[in-house]
């Protein structure tokens, strides 16, 4: 008999790093592999989802307009509970630190489902950044029995914290093999304006900015930064793919719209992501996965933070940590815009998260596991 595997996702991220893992799961007969959607995030995970040739087998729909921490994570314990007891699958998987994979790890504890934890031993050492995702990640911890690290780093991690080395695999990150998944399948494509920037002869950075913390009163800073280095900088432009958050719109079009050389845009789907990076002068951003990513295509990251669960790349040297200080963004930028020295520096493409195998490796883990 197939032994049943539940993979669960939430956010557009979650279904980028699940994809490839979930192609590979189908393409061995001795599982049965179902997709649940949440829908913790709606509208960006859909378009993630057809990037990949996706179709979720059940979608529990919890998101609401303004939801709160609390109640997203409630749905998405609910939903999974119920789903749980009506599939009774032999393993769960769930990916990151996001409300949907605590909910849906602690109901598969409730119905003693093993779960298996992709991207596991991410950490901070401080509970509130990221918030929530750093107390997300470690309570998902305790709840499971297989944890695939991507990195030397997570794997020490978990250790320290007396999780079974027997469960600890080293991996690499899902992030890389969807990125070359989506290189192959989706060459050349990106965003008219990036287009037309390359052909002016112009240098462009890519900027995402939504990170919970990076809201507490940071934002307007950011977007303050962004707006000196193009007037500093008159070959420099920013492509900017802002996202749906109420809070992120304000902060971004109240004070780029009308500003030359911004490029406010609708966040895109992860093909024209992966072609910016690859296109872009450098990036500046809060999210994990680019961090992750961009290092693939040998581009500086400025990372808009003031800590991160990714040091690698910061340690590899293509990642460096700037806080959320206008000052200190506008200084940092500059310097890569002005030095090609500098630049040269980081530029270089070597990344330390993976080789495109951590599917490959997952599933050789959890078939052992099954066994």
């Known amino acids: 008999m197939k032994k049943k595997i539940l993979v669960t996702v939430g956010t557009r991220p979650e279904v980028v790093k699940m994809a490839p893992l ?13 997709l649940v959607s949440t829908s913790q995030h709606r509208q960006m995970l859909d378009q993630a989802l057809e990037v990949f040739g996706l179709e979720p087998d059940f979608d529990l729909d919890i998101m609401q307009p303004g939801q709160s921490l609390c109640a997203s994570t409630a749905r998405a314990l609910d939903g999974m509970g119920e789903l749980l007891s009506t599939l009774a699958p032999d393993l769960l998987l769930v990916q990151g630190d996001t409300n949907t994979v605590l909910g849906a790890s602690l109901a598969a504890h409730y119905h003693k489902v093993p779960v298996g934890h992709v991207e596991a031993g991410l950490r901070t050492d401080d509970p509130y950044l990221p918030f929530p995702e750093e107390m997300n990640r470690r309570l998902t911890s305790r709840l499971c029995a297989l944890h695939f690290a991507p990195t030397r780093l997570a794997v020490e991690n978990l250790l320290k914290e007396g999780t079974d080395e027997e469960r600890v695999f080293l991996t690499g990150n899902t992030v890389i093999d969807a990125l070359f998944w989506t290189r192959d399948h989706y060459p050349e494509r990106l965003p008219e304006c990036a287009t037309e920037i390359l052909d ?17 009163g940071h934002i ?3 977007m303050e930064a962004l707006k000196e280095i193009v007037h500093s900088f008159k070959d420099v432009e920013i492509v900017y793919p802002v996202h749906l958050n109420p809070r ?11 500003v030359d050389r911004v490029h406010l845009i609708e966040p895109v789907p992860y093909p024209e992501i992966v072609n910016l990076m690859d296109k872009c002068y450098l990036v500046l951003t809060d999210s994990g996965g680019i961090q992750e990513e961009a290092p693939t295509f040998g ?12 040091p690698e790349a910061v340690e590899a040297g293509v990642a460096r940590l700037v ?16 030095s090609r020295q500098e630049y040269d520096r980081m530029a270089v493409a070597a990344n330390p998260f993976g080789d495109g195998l951590a599917s490959k490796r997952i599933v050789e ?7």
Not at 365 to 371: D, V
């Open 22 to 34: 979930v192609h590979c799961l189908r393409e061995e007969n001795h599982f049965n592999t179902i």
């Open 200 to 216: 002016r002869g112009n240098r462009f950075i890519l900027v995402t900015a939504h990170r919970r913390e990076s809201l507490e």
């Open 220 to 222: 307007f800073g950011i």
């Open 248 to 258: 992120v719109q304000e902060a971004a079009f109240s004070v780029l719209s009308g």
């Open 299 to 310: 581009k500086p990251v400025l990372v808009l933070r003031k800590v991160t669960e990714r």
């Open 323 to 338: 806080g959320v200080s206008p000052e200190k963004i506008v200084s940092e930028t500059s310097r890569l815009l002005a």
């Open 365 to 371: 883990a959890i078939g052992e596991f099954l066994k």
